[in-house]
Every structure is written in C-alpha cells, then in structure tokens.
C-alpha cells in the first residue's frame, strides 16, 4: 500500500518530531494537536529546528520551505478522512489512547493503517479498540526524533503482514531503521532502559553517589551519550515512572519497582527538563 498523506496526532516532543521527519521525507502532513497553543508551539519548534539545519548547512532554504510548506496544522480528528497513515503521539495514558483511536477508526478511511508511538502500552489493546485490529501497529520512535535512527515497529496479536510491511518500508523512507518487536510490556528498548534508569535512581536514593557521579560513571565508564539521570530528566520522571509501572504490573516482578525516589520527585512536580527540575536543574 502506498503512503502519500500522513496524519500526526499530537504535536509535543514526539509528535513535532515525526511530523518533521515525514516532511523531511516527502510526505504530506496534517500534524494536530487538540490545544491550540500546544500545535503552535510544535510548529514553531519544527521551523527552529529547520532553521537550525540550513545554518548549519544541512539544509538548503529551498529544502527548509518545501518541508514547512508539506506540514499542515489540524484542528479536527475528521482530517484524518484524507489520510493513509494516522499516527498517534499523545500522552502516555491508555484512557486517552484509546479514546483517540477509537474516534479516529470513525474518520479515517478503509484502507488507512493506525500507528501508535507509545513507549511502552500494549498495541493489542490499543487496536482492540477500533474495527481494523489488523490495521493497527506500533511505531515507536525514540526521542530527539530527528537525530536517532531507531523505531521499533510492534506487532499486536492482529496486526496483518501487510500492515507491518507497508510500516517497515515507511519507516526506511524515513531513513531511520525498523526493528520488529512482538507486543509484550516496554518491549525491547524500555524493558531494558527504564530499569537500567530507576537503578541509577535507586543508586542515589540509597546515598551510593551524587546525580551527577552515576552519570558520570556512565558516561566516561560504559560511553553513553548521556548518563542515566539526565537521560531521565530530558525523557520526564512521569513517563519514567509510567512506564516502570506498566513492566512491574505487565510482568509481575518485583525487580520492575519504580524506586520511591522517582514517586517522591514526580509527586512533587520534579518531572525533569520539561518542568525545569529533576535531578538536576534547568533554567
Ligand atoms: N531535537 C533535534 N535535534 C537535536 C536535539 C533535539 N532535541 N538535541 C540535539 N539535537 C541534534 C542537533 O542537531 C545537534 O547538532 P547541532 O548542535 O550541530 O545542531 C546534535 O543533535 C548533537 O547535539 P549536541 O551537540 O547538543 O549534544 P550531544 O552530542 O550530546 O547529542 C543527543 C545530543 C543526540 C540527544 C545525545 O546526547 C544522545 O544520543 N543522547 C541519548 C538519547 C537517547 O538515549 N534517546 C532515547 C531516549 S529513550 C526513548 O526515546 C524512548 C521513550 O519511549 C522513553
């Protein structure tokens, strides 16, 4: 199946990312937002980061212009009527994932395929909610979306080969490379990240090191680009803390504790670079 017009839902972090990336690769976007503040901001954020390429000479202006003039905002879910791929970036809620999807199955037509970005939620149930289950799949970017080159792709129990094969082919348009995953909790990269996270939290919660020496540890010991605490502070304490819940519950094991440092900094409104504080602190 040919993918022409793209729909992205929600233009935070994650959303404005994808929209930019499928403009970037010659899809047509309609990038929606329900708050309108919320969509301009994305926008916005999308033109800095284009502007940022042409001053950096990766970009040419003609490139920058063609890409914005690609990206549409959208104000209504019935937009996606026009589409071929809906792709869903909303917040980390199942509530609210799933009354998304199942508005969207009224709007979009037959033959378009609806994408999930969640981290970590199960797509099987995701795509329960709507009457095209084979239809539905997991597009799992990684955040900054422009920069990495990974999505993993997510199968739940219904989705056709043909949904994951139109899905695969796009994301390699996209030039980022699909990793297929089977639908089980956090999937590959969170099952393994997040834990690895909230036992740096737990390092410092039990007065081992400093925020600032875990990281340190990582960074210079094992070469991550970024240590484990800062990795967390720009991902948000919530969805660090969401996803940790969903592993302890989805699997049942005791080793998927979220650290009640975390509860305590979330509690408190510390959700890391977005809030302005986490670990550490961000003017
Ligand atoms: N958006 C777009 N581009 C960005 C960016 C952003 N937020 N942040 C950085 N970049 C790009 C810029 O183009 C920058 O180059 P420029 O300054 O010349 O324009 C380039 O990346 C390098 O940035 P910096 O020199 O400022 O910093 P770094 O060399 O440290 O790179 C990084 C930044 C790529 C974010 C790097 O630190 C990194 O790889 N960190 C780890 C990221 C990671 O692990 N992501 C996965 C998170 S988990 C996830 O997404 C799953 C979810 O479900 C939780």
């Given at each position: 199946m040919a993918i022409n017009n793209v729909m992205v839902i929600g233009a935070g972090q994650m959303g404005a990312g994808i929209a930019q990336v499928c403009a970037q690769s010659g899809f047509n976007v309609l990038l929606h937002d329900r708050d309108k503040n919320a969509l301009q901001a994305g926008i916005n954020g999308i033109e800095k980061l284009l502007a940022r390429n042409v001053e950096k000479k990766r970009l040419t202006k003609e490139e920058k212009a063609t890409t914005l003039g690609r990206l549409t905002p959208s104000h209504t879910l019935e937009d996606a009527a026009t589409c071929d791929l809906i792709i869903e970036a909303v917040v980390e809620n199942m509530d609210v994932k799933s009354a998304v999807f199942k508005e969207v199955d009224t709007h979009a037509p037959k033959h378009a395929i609806l994408?999930?970005?969640?981290?970590?939620?199960?797509?099987?149930?995701?795509?329960?909610?709507?009457?095209?289950?084979?239809?539905?799949?997991?597009?799992?970017?990684?955040?900054?979306?422009?920069?990495?080159?990974?999505?993993?792709?997510?199968?739940?129990?219904?989705?056709?080969?043909?949904?994951?094969?139109?899905?695969?082919?796009?994301?390699?348009?996209?030039?980022?490379?699909?990793?297929?995953?089977?639908?089980?909790?956090?999937?590959?990269?969170?099952?393994?990240?997040?834990?690895?996270?909230?036992?740096?939290?737990?390092?410092?919660?039990?007065?081992?090191?400093?925020?600032?020496?875990?990281?340190?540890?990582?960074?210079?010991?094992?070469?991550?680009?970024?240590?484990?605490?800062?990795?967390?502070?720009?991902?948000?304490?919530?969805?660090?803390?969401?996803?940790?819940?969903?592993?302890h519950e989805g699997f049942g094991d005791s080793k998927y504790r979220p650290c009640p440092l975390l509860r305590q900094y979330v509690k408190a409104g510390w959700l890391g670079k977005k809030s302005g504080k986490g670990f550490y602190e961000y003017s």
């Open positions: 994408a999930s970005n969640t981290s970590s939620l199960p797509i099987t149930e995701i795509a329960a909610e709507t009457k095209r289950p084979d239809q539905v799949i997991g597009m799992h970017f990684m955040n900054p979306v422009p920069v990495m080159k990974l999505v993993e792709i997510i199968r739940g129990l219904q989705t056709s080969d043909e949904t994951y094969e139109t899905i695969q082919m796009m994301t390699v348009q996209l030039s980022k490379t699909p990793v297929e995953v089977k639908d089980f909790p956090g999937f590959v990269s969170n099952r393994i990240l997040m834990p690895m996270i909230n036992e740096a939290i737990y390092t410092v919660y039990e007065g081992v090191a400093t925020p600032k020496d875990v990281d340190q540890v990582m960074k210079l010991g094992m070469n991550h680009p970024m240590g484990p605490l800062t990795l967390a502070d720009f991902i948000g304490l919530d969805t660090c803390l969401y996803i940790m819940e969903v592993l």
